[in-house]
């Protein structure tokens, strides 16, 4: 099946720091999205891309549809402690809309 | 702005036992689906739903799983005769159309299979 691998699967990082990860897949995605998963709670969408080489930004952060439909990055600027989380990159590959999501790149954040 | 809500939050159950997961999806929603996150693991797909028949399910989807819309509000998941590896969070998704209509998740039902 479909499998999408983010990086890195955790990273620390000082408050105010820039943050970047990525997430790769071996197929071909229609749109891509980003969740942020809190600790107890569902995932919540921060971005969503529905074109090849699409960058949307929202707030302070930013994440592109990459120009193969196979690759995807979010960035945030600036981190502050309330970022820290699960990321979950995901794809929809069309037809009935199931959502294929990444492996997740747990965040920490140091005051 | 509107949510999906998913009752109950947490559930504890025998092995052997039939539970039943509930979700109440964005109203004017009209695709529906359940996803599963074994603890710390990724979040997996297990079914969508539209037009009152399921659309999609994967192999996690077995006989054991069902799901229903009984009325114009609420979409549930049941499994029959939970498993010890049922234990997980079960989250409820909605979406209002097709490609370009994102999922919008509810906080999920814990369940712990005993």
């Known amino acids: 099946g479909q499998q999408l691998n983010q990086s890195p699967q955790s990273m620390f990082i000082q408050e105010g720091e820039d943050v970047s990860m990525n997430c790769t897949s071996s197929?071909?995605?229609?749109?891509w999205l980003w969740y942020k998963q809190d600790p107890g709670e569902g995932p919540v969408l921060l971005i969503a891309?529905?074109?090849?080489?699409e960058l949307t930004s929202n707030g302070r952060l930013t994440a592109q549809f990459g120009i193969t439909r196979k690759d995807s990055f979010l960035n945030i600027s600036a981190s502050i402690p309330s970022d820290v989380g699960i990321y979950f990159c995901?794809?929809?590959?069309?037809?009935?809309?199931?959502?294929?999501f990444g492996t997740g790149t747990k965040l920490q954040v140091i005051p | 702005e509107p949510e999906v809500t998913q009752t109950p939050s947490h559930q504890v159950t025998q092995m052997g036992q039939e539970v039943i997961l509930r979700c109440v999806p964005i109203s004017n929603h009209l695709y529906f689906y359940w996803y599963r996150q074994i603890l710390g693991q990724k979040v997996e797909f297990l079914v969508s739903f539209y037009n009152n028949e399921i659309s999609e399910k994967s192999e996690i989807f077995d006989d054991q799983f069902s799901v229903e819309r009984p009325d114009g509000s609420n979409f549930t998941l049941k499994i029959r005769s939970t498993k010890l590896e049922d234990s997980a969070m079960y989250f409820c998704?909605?979406?209002?159309?097709?490609?370009?209509?994102?999922?919008?998740f509810g906080n999920g039902t814990r369940l712990t299979v005993t």
């Open positions: 995901a794809g929809h590959s069309g037809g009935y809309q199931k959502v294929t």
């Open positions: 891309l529905y074109k090849a080489g």
């Open positions: 998704a909605s979406s209002y159309r097709g490609n370009d209509s994102p999922l919008h």
């Open positions: 197929s071909i995605f229609n749109t």
